[in-house]
């Protein structure tokens, strides 16, 4: 409901107010022009008085200028004319001021069905509401009789989660700093505004509205905080990023310079395999040289013969050549002996 409405509530509570032509008893019946007058004047006043009251409300819808047949097109404190009767000279007319706009709901003064009733012949109804009691509706105008009303409805308060702008307009940029970019057309002063959220930045900010770091958030661009009569964040979703701390880069593992223990060693592959050598005995010449000690020389050279025989390599090893060696140099030594 308007604030206009609620003033018509409590400007029954005073009924019949001081002016009206009606007793106490009678209160509003038939004075449904004196009542659209003295509630102009209790709600705003006239911003330009009109130029005659009456004498009645058929008369005054007659020089209100071009009435819109559009019930739903309504302002505000628009005034809505009707006929009661055919609309000759002898009908009376009859008026009422919106309340809500759009021809919901109309403070009137009638004896006739109303659907809220505040008052003896004072309450509310709709364009179609009267209609259906045999009205036949003129229309609306803003004009009474060349008077406009003074009334300004009040802008309605922000909810928990709105802002409003403050005495200037709030500029809308591309980043949550003053150095971003403005864009388009700004919030205009005094506008409600819904924002997704806000984010704190680390620069504060000072506007129509005071100084703070916040920065409001819609789609697609940002206003400072304050820009707006609000300064607190109250009911208002948090969007300021967290702060990524960097992965530190992982610590060397200490060494330990006491440490005895060395480094293994690399791991050396086995040798290869190979076939085993049959090692010659080195010659047994002992028996020759006993036999040259006692002076049996040709048993001695038999023996050497023997084993020179025995002692030559059966293969290619290097102690085969050495035993051959052995054997040769002892019978040359006893050769010696015996000549």
Not at 203 to 216: N, R
Request: hydrophobic share 35%.
């Amino acid at each position: 409901m308007s604030h206009l409405y609620d003033l018509a509530v409590a400007f029954s509570k005073k009924s019949p107010p001081p002016g009206a032509k009606r007793s106490a008893t009678e209160d509003w019946r038939d004075a449904c022009g004196a009542l659209v007058n003295q509630f102009t004047l209790y709600a705003g006043g006239w911003a330009k008085n009109p130029s005659a009251y009456g004498p009645n409300a058929r008369v005054i819808g007659d020089h209100s200028g071009p009435l819109n047949t559009n019930a739903a097109a309504a302002p505000i404190s628009a005034f809505h004319f009707w006929y009661l009767d055919a609309g000759g000279a002898d009908d009376l007319g009859h008026v009422g001021r919106d309340l809500n706009g759009g021809g919901t709901d109309i403070l009137m003064a009638t004896g006739r069905a109303v659907k809220v009733r505040l008052a003896p012949y004072l309450g509310i109804q709709s364009v179609a509401g009267y209609n259906a009691t045999g009205a036949r509706y003129r229309g609306w105008s803003t004009n009474y009789y060349g008077g406009i009303s003074g009334y300004v409805e009040p802008a309605p308060a922000p909810t928990a989660t709105q802002r409003q702008v403050a005495g200037k307009n709030a500029v809308r940029r591309d980043a949550p700093a003053t150095s971003g970019k403005a864009l388009g057309s700004p919030l205009l002063a005094g506008s409600i505004q819904t924002p997704k959220g806000f984010i704190t930045t680390d620069t504060p900010v000072t506007a129509a509205g005071g100084t703070s770091p916040v920065w409001l958030v819609f789609d697609g661009f940002y206003s400072a905080l304050a820009c707006f009569t609000d300064l607190g964040t109250h009911d208002l979703t948090d969007l300021t990023p967290t702060p990524v701390d960097p992965t530190p880069e992982p610590e060397p593992a200490p060494i330990d310079e006491l440490d005895p223990t060395p480094d293994p060693a690399t791991p050396q592959p086995d040798p290869t395999p190979t076939e085993p050598v049959d090692e010659p005995a080195v010659p047994d010449l002992s028996d020759a040289a006993a036999a040259v000690g006692a002076g049996d020389d040709e048993t001695a050279a038999q023996i050497i013969t023997d084993t020179n025989q025995t002692a030559k390599p059966s293969n290619a090893g290097i102690w085969g050549g050495i035993a051959v060696a052995v054997a040769g140099i002892v019978t040359f030594i006893v050769t010696l002996f015996i000549h």
